[in-house]
């Protein structure tokens, strides 16, 4: 079957499913709302896990850095001596070991991060001065156990850094979305943050214990993007999940119009057609040209 097939006939069936879920359970729009929420964090957040996991299992150290080319450039030209792809690594390891020490500030945490890239850096240097006398001990950077030692701080960084900020990003989205569509009765006013946090950890909670069939669905519908999250090394699959943020965030505005209006109900189905059915997909699809016939004369009927 033809992938553009396979993926149009996917998100129709969790287009069937989702009507059936809203139906059957009396669905609000603060409950499909919340579904999304939840399922955008969970699903995007390990889809980035699975990018990064990919680079780490398929990548070089030079796949933390990727060089971008403009399209149709030629590849640059190796001249001259050419150091190993783990010495890429070394930027980021000196990069980390500052953020670390300025965010974190010097404690048993930092200290295992310094010597962690204090080996990464040893690795890659010693690599790279492998063919020279003294050095041929060192393991190659770009193979082995070795490159994954010297591609670990970066890639622990990247961890780090899209879990403070694609979750961050969705605990701020939560606020909002629980003072439009309260799921928990509370509100982060006159709170202290750690006591904001627990509020959107409780959302989040009480949104994954009422919607997770959603998840679930939502997940299985991604299985080609955590196949292709999981392949590509170039970092190309890390801002994606991002897209869907944005859409949900312009959509939070959309509903608070809606409630206002007192026209809530119909933002349900709207909802469900602008996130679950793909009328682009199947107009691209019906637009499609048949392939031409073997040897592009028409074929008569006999």
Partial sequence: MDSRVRDVAISLVLFAVTVVMAVRESWATTDLVWSLWVSSLAVGYSLILASIVG???NGTPASLM???TRPGAPPPRAAGFQPPAGCAALPLNAFVAMVCVAVLGLNRV???VLLLAGVSTLIAVGGMLRSRPGFAAFPDPDHGVARVVVMLPGVLFMVGFFTVHFVGFHLVHGLFL???FPLVRDTPFGKNPE???????????EAMRRYWPFVAASALSRLPAYARAFAITDG???FAPYLNVVRMHAMIFVFAFLGR???EAWGLYALLVVYFLPLGSVIGLLRRRPPAAAGGSPTTPV
């Avoid at 006591?195 to 909670?205: I, N």
């Fill in 195 to 205: 006591q904001v946090f627990g509020l959107v950890a409780s959302c989040a909670g």
């Fill in 110 to 112: 930092t200290a295992a």
């Fill in 178 to 180: 629980n003072g439009f």
């Fill in 236 to 238: 190309g699959m890390l």
């Fill in 55 to 57: 680079t780490l299992v």
């Fill in 261 to 263: 209006g007192r026209i």
């Fill in 66 to 68: 990727p060089r971008r």
